[in-house]
Nanobody
Framework: QVQLVESGGGLVQAGGSLKLSCAASLRTFVYYTMGWFRQAPGKEREAVAAISGTGGSTYYADSVKGRFTISRDNAKNTVYLQMNNLKPEDTAVYYC??????????????WGQGTQVTVSA
């Protein structure tokens, strides 16, 4: 059973930054493609960024390219999402996803509980 725990969300003004973390309880973390998704009220969950097991490949949604950076520390079983120049439209609950030998972005049933990001204008 994969357990994912997100943290780092909060309230920030437009133009500000936040760094999200997702800690995974996985014995073979390097085998897992990791991804960040978000869901705003009344909208479907969408992929934001993803990273392959070794970190050699990444994916970004067009809406966050140049502002968000995904990274991972396989020694700490943790994936990060650095979010800069945040916009009010980035407001959402952010979720972590893990898929073994997965695609970019991953799509498994393994989700964390989410962390709220709110960007004020």
């Amino acid at each position: 059973q994969v357990q994912l725990v997100e943290s780092g969300g909060g309230l920030v003004q437009a133009g500000g930054s936040l760094k999200l973390s997702c800690a995974a309880s996985l014995r073979t973390f390097v085998y897992y493609t990791m991804g960040w998704f978000r869901q705003a009220p009344g909208k479907e969950r969408e992929a934001v960024a993803a990273i392959s097991g070794t970190g050699g490949s990444t994916y970004y949604a067009d809406s966050v390219k140049g502002r968000f950076t995904i990274s991972r520390d396989n020694a700490k079983n943790t994936v990060y999402l650095q979010m800069n120049n945040l916009k009010p439209e980035d407001t959402a609950v952010y979720y972590c996803n893990a898929e073994k030998f997965g695609r970019l972005p991953p799509r498994s049933d393994s989700w964390g509980q989410g962390t709220q990001v709110t960007v004020s204008a």
